[in-house]
C-alpha cells in the first residue's frame, strides 16, 4: 500500500484546519474594534463577525444538545473520510479528502470551543449578498467539488478503454 496519498492528504487537513483556525482568531480578534458588525473589506468583500448556532446558512439553529450532536457528526464524517483517506489512490483524491477533514474538523472546533461556528467572510454584488462563510467552509465547498469531478470526470481520463461489450469473438475465443 502506498503511504503518500495519505501522508498528503492529512497534511492538506492539518493545514486546512491552522488556516482555518488562524483567520477565525485574527478576524475574531479584529472585530473587537469595529464600530459597527460588518467590516468593508473592498468593493465586493466585508467581513462581518457573525456566530452560526444551526447547521448550514444558520437553518435549524441547535440548543446545547444539537450543538454536541453537530459535533459529533462532524467528528464522525472526518473519521469516514479519513477511512476513504486510507484508500485514496491518487494525491488529487487525497488533496480533496483533506480539504473536507480539515473543514469538518475546523468547523467543529468552533462548536466546542465556542458553541457555535464563527463565520466572517461576506461577498456581495450589484445589491445581493450572499451567506457568510469562513475557511473551513470553503475548504468543503472545494473539497465535495473536486470528488464530483474526480467521479464523474476524472476517472474517464484514468482508466483504460474497455473492449465493446459486443464485440465479435474469434472461433478459438468461442470453444472452451
Given amino acids: 500500500m502506498q503511504r503518500r496519498p495519505i501522508i498528503f492528504g492529512l497534511l492538506v487537513a492539518l493545514a486546512v484546519l491552522v488556516a482555518d483556525q488562524a483567520s477565525k ?6 472585530s473587537a474594534s469595529w464600530d459597527a458588525q460588518i467590516k468593508p473589506v473592498a468593493p465586493f468583500i466585508d467581513f462581518a463577525a457573525l456566530w452560526n ?6 437553518l435549524f439553529p441547535q440548543g446545547e444538545t444539537g450543538r454536541w450532536v453537530l459535533v459529533a457528526i462532524k467528528v464522525a464524517a472526518a473519521i469516514l ?3 476513504w483517506l486510507a484508500r485514496a489512490r491518487s494525491r488529487f483524491e487525497a488533496f480533496a479528502l483533506g480539504l473536507l477533514i480539515g473543514g469538518a ?4 472546533v468552533d462548536r466546542v ?10 461577498l456581495h ?5 450572499w451567506y457568510v462563510f469562513n475557511l473551513a467552509d470553503v475548504a468543503v465547498v472545494v473539497g465535495v467539488g473536486l470528488l464530483l469531478y474526480d467521479a464523474f470526470l476524472g476517472g474517464a481520463s484514468k482508466s ?3 473492449a465493446a461489450p459486443m464485440a465479435p469473438r474469434s472461433e478459438a475465443e468461442r470453444e472452451p
Fill in 25 to 30: 482568531g485574527i478576524v475574531l480578534a479584529w
Fill in 53 to 58: 448556532y444551526g447547521i448550514s446558512y444558520g
Fill in 81 to 83: 473520510f479519513a477511512v
Fill in 105 to 108: 474538523i475546523g468547523n467543529a
Fill in 113 to 122: 470551543v465556542y458553541g457555535a461556528v464563527f463565520d466572517f467572510v461576506s
Fill in 125 to 129: 454584488a450589484f445589491g445581493y449578498r
Fill in 160 to 162: 483504460p478503454p474497455s
